[in-house]
Structure formats: C-alpha cells, structure tokens
C-alpha cells in the first residue's frame, strides 16, 4: 500500500518501524522523530483503515417519511407513464421496496 492510500493518524510499518501518518508525505515513528516517506514505498498498515465518508455526517432517516416521498414520486410516475410502461414500474417499485427490508 503507498503513503497516499492511508489515512493521517493511521498507524503503518515500514523498514520494519511503526510510523503514524501525519502528513501527506510525513509520519512520525513511535519514539517521535520525523521522517519523510517516499510516495513509491511500499507500506503494511497496522491498524484496520477506516471506512471512508465524505467528511458529512450521517444523518438517521424516517422510515415513514422516505416511504410516503417514494409513494408520492411513483403516484407521479403512473400518472405519467403510459399503459405499456406501468407493469415494468411496478416492478421496479417492488423491487425498490424489498431492498428496504
């Protein structure tokens, strides 16, 4: 894994030290000096990487207001859909609502 690919504040080996990343291109070992680490080294992170987000924090929707918007958009779809389209959006709206359980 390179330099780029790990979090700042992940810890990771190289040549056989542990460093946590501190910067784009700097990592700190564990007895606190400084190095600079090359973006074509190879590297063996020690810690699980994080899952990462688009920075935004994760808001919990309501389950019945994201329901009543689907059912309001798909009454909209069948007003508008013509009668050889409203069997296969039927089918998609089921489909839609078992990947919610």
């Known amino acids: ?7 700042v504040e992940t810890r990771f080996e190289y040549q056989g030290r542990v460093f946590v990343k501190t910067g784009p291109i700097t990592a700190t070992a564990e007895d606190g000096s400084q190095r600079l680490i090359p973006r074509y080294a190879d590297l063996r992170p020690i810690d699980p990487l994080p899952i990462e987000t688009d920075g935004r924090a994760r808001r919990q929707l309501d389950e019945t207001k994201v329901l009543n918007a689907f059912d309001a958009f798909y009454r909209t779809c069948l007003r508008t859909a ?3 389209s409203r069997p296969e959006l039927e089918l998609a709206r089921q489909r839609f609502l078992a990947e919610l359980k």
């Open 1 to 7: 894994m390179k330099l780029k690919d790990i979090p």
């Open 82 to 84: 013509d009668d050889s």
